[in-house]
Nanobody, 125 residues
């Protein structure tokens, strides 16, 4: 059974950094992309970032571009999200996902194949 497990969330102040980790088990996700979605209180799931298996192609939501960096370590079956210059509006539960190859379907959270349980990042002003 494939599983994704996030870690690294916490409470920080605006301008601080957090590094989220996602450990995958049960299978390797080599046929599609992996990434992160987030859900702020009372809001819909929102795409944050995605990375292809090779790591050569990375994609970001406009809201985080230039502040967040996604990376992966295939030897460890892990994906990471480095979040810098955090803002209060980044407060959300962050979910690690495994999905189809990068494309328009990544705009739709329903199209993702596997989800972790999420980790909460809270940014105070």
């Amino acid at each position: 059974q494939a599983q994704l497990e996030e870690s690294g969330g916490g409470l920080v102040q605006a301008g601080d950094s957090l590094r989220l980790s996602c450990a995958a088990s049960g299978r390797t996700f080599s046929s599609g992309a992996m990434g992160w979605f987030r859900q702020a209180p009372g809001k819909e799931y929102e795409f944050v970032a995605a990375i292809t298996w090779s790591g050569q192609s990375r994609h970001y939501a406009n809201a985080v571009k230039g502040r967040f960096t996604i990376s992966r370590d295939n030897a460890k079956n892990a994906v990471y999200l480095q979040m810098n210059s955090l803002k209060p509006e980044d407060t959300a539960v962050y979910y690690c996902v495994a999905g189809p190859p990068w494309g328009p379907s990544w705009d739709d959270w329903n199209a993702m194949y596997y989800w972790g349980k999420g980790t909460l990042a809270t940014v105070s002003s």
